[in-house]
Nanobody, 118 residues
């Protein structure tokens, strides 16, 4: 079965760090564009970071310098390292994998909760 499973979320105080993982099964991430998204209560889902097939990365301005997206091909897993966390970062974080050659192959994980206390 094609699955993306996020893990690593939890409760952390402001200024702390977390590393989120997204493990893929049923397919390999090599051929996919990968992104992390988040959704806070009452708000729209927003882009956090992306990594391209070339290895280049993009971060939204509020995350730039604090978050790092990476992947481990051997483990078929993508990561989001988060530091200097703020209460505004509280959200459910989702990973997404999209095949640029076959856009209908577009997968989402179930999300992992990140809560940042002041």
């Amino acid at each position: 079965e094609v699955r993306l499973v996020e893990s690593g979320g939890g409760l952390v105080q402001a200024g702390g760090s977390l590393r989120l993982s997204c493990a893929a099964s049923g397919f390999t991430l090599d051929d996919y564009a990968i992104g992390w998204f988040r959704q806070a209560p009452g708000k729209e889902r927003e882009l956090v970071a992306t990594i391209r097939r070339s290895g280049s990365t993009h971060y939204e301005d509020s995350m730039k310098g604090r978050f790092t997206i990476s992947w481990d091909n051997a483990k078929n897993t993508v990561y989001l390292q988060m530091s200097e966390l703020k209460p505004e970062d509280t959200a459910v974080y989702y990973c997404n994998a999209r095949n640029p050659f076959y856009p209908n192959y577009n997968y989402w994980g179930q999300g992992t909760q990140v809560t940042v206390s002041s």
